[in-house]
């Protein structure tokens, strides 16, 4: 399958043109997989689409190890 893919690309190869076109071909399976997963999994699919979700919760845990490096005088 990346192979189809990797033909198109204009030769010589470059590392970010073969990163676009590794990405395309994870996108495309992933969302083939949304497409026929069901229930808990279809759920938590769809969660890890959800970029902001993980991003508040990274800011959370670096507020509160921040918060606590502050109180503790680290």
């Known amino acids: 399958e990346y192979g189809e893919r990797l033909r198109d690309v204009p030769a010589p190869l ?7 076109v590794l990405r395309d071909q994870f996108v495309d399976e ?4 949304q497409r026929h997963a069901t229930d808990k ?14 991003d508040n919760a990274v800011l959370i845990i670096t507020g509160i190890a921040s918060l606590v ?3 503790s005088g680290f």
């Open 14 to 20: 470059t590392t970010s043109a073969l990163n676009e």
């Open 30 to 33: 992933f969302r083939y997989l």
């Open 41 to 54: 999994l279809a759920r938590f699919l769809d969660y890890m689409t959800y970029e902001y979700q993980i």
């Open 69 to 71: 490096m502050l109180v």
